[in-house]
């Protein structure tokens, strides 16, 4: 079986696939492949300060968004694990750091559509004749583009993130995703508090 083509029409016996023949290392690889597919989100941000060299931008989006994925899965990982239990989950943390990249799966399709945006990202920075101002256009459209591809692939993994949750601790996919939503809504909770607190400070109340 392989995960990539599978994981489309057999979502949930791809990820007791992976779960029984994979490593950890092939969880890796792919959340790699998935970080490495956004990060050109972060180097276009750059886009035009010319003060930034082109390859300083390219290893700031890069090496940023491969070490906050990675930071993230583990911390998911511990977070999927401790609110499935509370919810009545059996589920290890090893197992959810093996099905927490599935969900990144298909995200890793748009890769050459990525290294795509790159291509145009660099042209634009290396050449101001006219032929560097068609990439400028193949860019502008190309960006928003895969931003919405981007989305509709997120939500499909978010469906698999809810089943691989779901499959470890042994309870449905919508307890999966139930655990999805208590940690967003904790942390927008903590959000909605910092941004609150932050604004009191600027503007303390008048006495």
């Given at each position: 079986m392989n995960p990539l083509l599978s994981i489309w029409g057999r979502p949930t016996e791809t990820i007791h696939y992976v779960l029984a023949h994979k490593k950890l290392t092939?969880?890796?690889?792919?959340?790699?492949?998935?970080a490495v597919t956004?990060?050109?989100?972060?180097?276009?941000?750059?886009?035009?300060?010319?003060?930034?060299?082109?390859?300083?931008?390219?290893?700031?989006?890069?090496?940023?968004?491969?070490?906050?994925?990675?930071a993230g899965w583990f911390i998911g990982a511990g977070l999927y694990t401790w609110v499935g239990k509370w919810l009545g989950g059996k589920g290890t943390y090893k197992e959810m750091l093996a099905i927490i990249p599935l969900g990144s799966l298909p995200i890793v399709w748009a890769l050459p559509f990525s290294v795509l945006l790159v291509i145009c990202f660099i042209i634009i920075r290396?050449?101001?004749?006219?032929?560097?101002?068609?990439?400028?256009?193949?860019?502008?459209?190309?960006?928003?583009?895969l931003m919405f591809v981007f989305i509709g692939?997120?939500?499909?993994?978010?469906?698999?993130?809810?089943?691989?949750?779901?499959?470890?601790h042994r309870f449905s996919a919508w307890k999966?995703?139930?655990?999805?939503?208590?940690?967003?809504?904790?942390?927008?909770?903590?959000?909605?508090?910092?941004?609150?607190?932050?604004?009191?400070?600027i503007f303390p109340a008048t006495t």
């Open positions: 092939y969880s890796l690889l792919i959340l790699a492949l998935a956004t990060a050109p989100f972060s180097a276009m941000q750059f886009l035009f300060m010319e003060d930034f060299p082109i390859a300083g931008v390219l290893f700031i989006a890069y090496f940023g968004v491969l070490v906050s994925t990675a290396l050449n101001d004749s006219a032929f560097a101002a068609s990439f400028v256009v193949a860019a502008v459209f190309l960006g928003p583009l692939l997120s939500i499909y993994g978010m469906v698999i993130l809810s089943k691989g949750i779901g499959i470890v999966g995703f139930g655990t999805i939503a208590i940690i967003l809504g904790f942390f927008m909770v903590l959000y909605i508090i910092f941004m609150i607190s932050l604004i009191m400070i």
